[in-house]
């Protein structure tokens, strides 16, 4: 696959840390020290399904397709107001589009391994342009009472419209059962069958434990996808990870012995946005006419599951 659009679309509402600490027992200055975040893009009258749209259709526009060119939708999302539709068969009439959609969930990892499925679908010839599109509201399934989480995230979509060539130079997705460090369960309805005792409630996130981990499996995905290509670290333009916290990727970047100028981030104004954190970076650069032809950028990113999924694509834009 190679990638010939990108879009993306932030909510309007901007929660600066000040505002948090309005109902919060937290401060600006500890928010910024342990997760590099000032403000944070929040939903509040959008619906995501609208932002969702608006990404599409401007990664459509920028690859200079129409939505009837576009054969199949994959929409990388975790929560949104519809358990059923997906969140892509909703992008699919927004856009207008006529092609098969699926969405997938693999938590915060989810757009990578959406590109990894539209790659395997284009390289089997059974289509020609696939959207992929990353949508996410998490600030919708954390407890705003907590501050151990609910100052961690942002909400917002990006998109990329990828067509047959040779922008995929390798890809590593792995997934290890632990679930017990970051979840969100919701309450089914009720039948006269049911006799299990169940729960639910806002996210569940064990912060230190998915921090080792998210580091060291994300030093772990790049060496190996590194050593894959035949590239040294400095070989690559950017390194694009989940915007989760300041603190993770700098310690990427140390463990690589790299800048911080390979390592573009968002996660100071959008905070964490989930799948759609590195689809929304990657947009920005490409707006931002940071990327050239030929470039090669690595993409990594981490979630619940444990999940996680990187890649090396060439920007052949
Ligand atoms: O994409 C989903 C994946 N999620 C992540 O990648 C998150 C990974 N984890 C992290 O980013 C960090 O662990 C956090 C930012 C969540 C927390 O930072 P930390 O440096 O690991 O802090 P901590 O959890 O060890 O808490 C240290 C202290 C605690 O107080 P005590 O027990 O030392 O008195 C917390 O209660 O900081 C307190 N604390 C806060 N204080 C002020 C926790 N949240 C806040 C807050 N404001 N918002």
Same mark, same amino acid.
């Given at each position: 696959m190679k990638i010939i659009g990108t879009g993306r679309a932030h909510p309007a509402k901007v *929660?600066?840390?000040? $505002?948090?600490?309005?109902?919060?027992?937290?401060?600006?200055?500890?928010?910024?020290?342990?997760? /590099? $975040?000032?403000?944070?893009k929040v939903i509040s009258d959008e619906k995501l399904e609208d932002l969702a749209i608006e990404a599409s259709i401007k990664a459509i526009e920028d690859a200079g397709l129409k939505a009837t060119d576009i054969d199949y939708i994959i929409c990388s999302n975790v929560v949104n107001e519809y358990v059923t539709p997906s969140l892509s068969c909703i992008i699919?009439?927004? *856009?207008?589009? !006529?092609?098969a959609c699926v969405d997938v969930n693999a938590a915060c990892s989810g757009f990578i391994y959406a590109l990894d499925m539209?790659?395997?679908?284009?390289?089997?010839?059974?289509?020609?342009?696939? @959207?992929?599109?990353?949508?996410?509201? &998490?600030?919708? $399934?954390? #407890?705003?009472?907590?501050?151990?989480?609910?100052? +961690?995230?942002?909400?917002?979509?990006?998109?990329?419209?990828?067509?047959?060539?040779?922008? %995929?130079?390798c890809s590593r997705l792995t997934t290890q059962s632990k679930t017990s460090c970051l979840y969100y369960k919701r %309450? @089914?309805? &009720?039948? &006269?069958?049911?006799? !299990?005792?169940?729960?639910?409630? &806002? %996210?569940? %996130?064990?912060?230190?434990?998915?921090?080792?981990?998210?580091? +060291?499996?994300?030093?772990?995905?790049?060496?190996? @996808? +590194? !050593?894959?290509?035949?590239?040294?670290?400095? #070989?690559?333009?950017?390194y694009i990870l989940h915007q989760a916290n300041m603190r993770i990727i700098e310690a990427v970047a140390n463990y690589l012995k790299l800048d911080m100028s390979y390592f573009p981030t968002n996660?100071?104004?959008?905070?964490?946005?989930?799948? =759609?954190?590195?689809?929304l970076l990657l947009d920005e650069l490409h707006r931002d006419?940071?990327?050239?032809? /030929?470039?090669?950028?690595? $993409?990594? =990113?981490f979630g619940a599951g444990f999940t996680t999924a990187a890649c090396i694509i060439e920007w052949t834009k």
């Open positions: *929660v600066t840390n000040a $505002m948090l600490e309005e109902f919060l027992d937290t401060s600006d200055e500890w928010i910024k020290e342990r997760t /590099g $975040m000032s403000v944070r699919q009439g927004g *856009v207008g589009a !006529k092609c539209a790659d395997d679908r284009l390289k089997s010839g059974k289509a020609r342009n696939i @959207l992929v599109v990353a949508a996410e509201e &998490p600030t919708r $399934m954390v #407890d705003w009472s907590d501050r151990s989480t609910c100052v +961690l995230f942002g909400d917002g979509a990006g998109a990329v419209v990828v067509t047959q060539g040779e922008g %995929m130079i %309450m @089914l309805e &009720p039948t &006269p069958y049911i006799t !299990k005792e169940e729960t639910a409630g &806002p %996210m569940y %996130m064990n912060g230190r434990e998915v921090f080792k981990t998210a580091v +060291l499996s994300s030093a772990k995905d790049i060496t190996k @996808l +590194l !050593k894959q290509a035949g590239l040294q670290p400095s #070989d690559l333009k950017y996660v100071e104004r959008c905070g964490n946005t989930s799948s =759609a954190s590195v689809a006419g940071k990327l050239q032809r /030929g470039d090669k950028i690595l $993409m990594s =990113a």
